[in-house]
């Protein structure tokens, strides 16, 4: 895995973050963080049938997803999400992280490769843990906020999932030649590993995809 990249040529290493960078699922526990356990619960017994289709079928996940936003986040304030973000970043970063793939990002930042997380979990709180771990953008799952400084309880873009992953990605990368490397644990990654010069399932063996 430790071949010198393509010379003169731009090299990104793009890494999912929930079950690849970090040992879990990220996005309840922040939920569980901003609006506490009760409401939670409510939320997720609300959309309990959504749920249920969702772990049936692969592409309801991000229709179950945006209903448990809705449920769950509607009217934050948008200010007061960004600092529970802020210490559930610093939690994360100290008690979360897989420190094999902390390693391998250390390796592509050494080797001068861009790095780039490219996850369906929230920019609340991978905005300041991409910092933190030197990544050069965060293409991410973002909250929208009304004019009035409060969640909408939409999101900004669709969920970055699956393909959505492979369309953000190249829109970052922009028209120029650049080698990609992917990493990933999931279904939801697999077009995004499909898509490098070098996908690595995180938890099974690396191959060229």
Avoid: C
């Avoid at 040992?23 to 939320?43: W, Y």
């Amino acid at each position: 895995m430790d071949e010198p990249p393509p010379r003169g040529e731009r090299v990104i290493a793009a890494f999912d973050f929930d079950k690849t960078i970090s040992t879990r699922d990220n996005v309840v526990p922040f939920l569980r963080a901003v609006v506490g356990q009760a409401r939670l619960t409510r939320a997720l017994l609300a959309i309990s049938p959504r749920l249920v289709r969702a772990a049936l079928d692969d592409e309801r996940r991000d229709a179950a997803k945006v209903a448990l936003v809705r449920q769950t986040l509607t009217g934050y304030d948008a200010a007061r999400v960004s600092a529970v973000a802020a210490e559930f970043a610093e939690d994360v970063v100290a008690r979360h992280l897989r420190p094999d793939v902390v390693e391998r990002v250390a390796w592509h930042r050494n080797q001068g490769h861009e790095l780039v997380i490219v996850s369906a979990s929230f920019t609340n709180y991978l905005d300041p843990i991409a910092a933190r771990l030197g990544f050069a953008a965060v293409l991410a799952t973002e909250l929208a906020v009304g004019d009035d400084g409060r969640l909408t309880g939409e999101l900004v873009r669709p969920n970055v999932r699956g393909a959505e992953k492979v369309r953000r990605l190249d829109e970052w990368l922009g028209a120029g030649p650049a080698f990609v490397w992917a990493y990933g644990d999931s279904s939801g990654d697999r077009d995004l590993l499909a898509r490098a010069d070098q996908g690595v399932m995180v938890g099974g063996r690396a191959g060229r995809t």
